[in-house]
């Protein structure tokens, strides 16, 4: 593996060096499945145009002229005087690399149940979405092709890698060893039994979150009900925090006829006691959302097709389901709302957010500004109006003293009569401008 990634980077097959062979319009005929512009693109048989056709478009290429790293990397198996891949290998960032199954075209046989998907924008986003700090211990539930550990593996000292899946963790110890990450302990098992009674400061998952009846493909459905995993995950999830800790997912869960979906999903992070943030990103009607794991699965034009469409539909609409969402949940370990919920906070101490702004809006010599707001730069960035007491507070409370007695000589500073009760402060704690 380590010479084969040698000769990789060597010949250019990195993310900018495949891009740029390619070019704009083949890229964006491969996102339609269609491979005549990429193969245009790579006739001239140099090694990189090879490389491009064996690993990415998956085509077979003439055995003669192939170096011995890719004849001996085990990736490969002959065909007459032609070599194709077993696998689909792809750069990714910073010269690294992911070792999947080729994704099927139109015309391809079906999918095996165990197959493995590669990186792509949901991978991506996942790892955009997922916290820059460094950490101790960071767990990849369901990690697939391995591409989140990737970008762990800069920021966490110990990396523990999950997958129900057995071969998803061979093709990830591919991908790690491609890309030279080691010591990741890859372990096999179902949702947080392989890391049971453990605990990590990061949570991150790319889950099968695919809602659809009767699920039979690993890396997208469990075969539970509805958005029950999804459910289950931020439940559990929690349980194997760290304090401090965060735990960061894709999901998708349902629109229910006459219920919120807020409520839905709030309701599963409420129940957690962490501070929760929920991002619907997208949002799509049944029909939408079938054709698209149809499509994903190249199950159009087969003659099952019809029939899977239409027991699909029927499931949501048996389910009252009137569409799906689709985004990011992040769960944070801090105490936060479980203690602002119980906590007397007349006895607490507060201190403001780091990070936190005070601006002032207001006429030109005006005694007093019109408006008042309290606006964050890390975290949710979120700003807010507040009034003449709150704004003061957060120039003054730095843990020392009760948020009771503080409020009280703050009123008499003020004295104009205004007094604020310690308990309308619960929603400035929750979403993070004072913190306990």
Known sequence: ??????????????????????????????????????????????????????????????????????????????????????????????????????????????????????????????????????????????????????????RADRIVATDLNPRAVDLARLSWRLSGVTDVDARVGSLFEPVEGELFDLVVSNPPFVISPGGHLTYRETGAEGDAFCRDLVRQAPTYLNPHGHAQFLANWLHVEGEDWRDRVGGWVGETGCDGW???????????????????????????????????????????????????????????????????????????AEGLLDERIGAPGAEDPSRIVLRQTRGLLRSTDVGTVEAALAGVCDGELALGPLLNVIAELVGDGEHLRADALRPLIAEGYFQL
């Open 1 to 154: 593996m380590e010479r084969l990634r040698d000769h990789l980077l060597k010949t250019g097959y990195t993310i900018d060096g495949v891009r740029e062979r390619l070019g704009d319009m083949a890229a964006s005929a491969l996102a339609r499945e269609e491979l005549v512009p990429a193969l245009r693109a790579t006739r001239s048989g140099d090694p990189l145009d090879t490389l491009i056709r064996l690993w990415w478009l998956g085509v077979p290429v003439s055995a003669t002229g192939l170096p011995f790293e890719v004849m001996e990397s085990g990736l490969v198996e002959f065909d007459g005087d032609k070599v194709r891949s077993t696998v689909h290998l792809q750069p990714w960032e910073e010269h690294s690399f992911v070792v999947s199954d080729r994704k099927v075209r139109p015309g391809d046989p079906a999918l095996r149940s165990d197959h493995v998907v590669g990186a792509g924008g949901a991978s991506a986003n996942l790892a955009q979405l997922v916290s820059r700090r460094p950490v101790e211990r960071a767990l990849d539930l369901g990690t697939g092709c391995g591409v989140q550990v990737l970008h762990l593996a800069e």
């Open 278 to 352: 929920v991002v619907e990103r997208d949002v799509q009607d049944p029909a939408e959302y079938v054709e698209l794991w149809l499509r994903d699965a190249a199950e159009q034009g087969t003659p099952a097709y019809a029939a899977r469409y239409d027991e699909w539909l029927s499931w949501f609409e048996a389910n009252r389901v009137e569409g799906i969402g689709f985004g990011w949940i992040t769960l944070r370990n801090s105490g936060t709302l479980a203690a602002h919920r119980t906590r007397d906070l007349e006895t607490a101490r507060l201190r403001v």
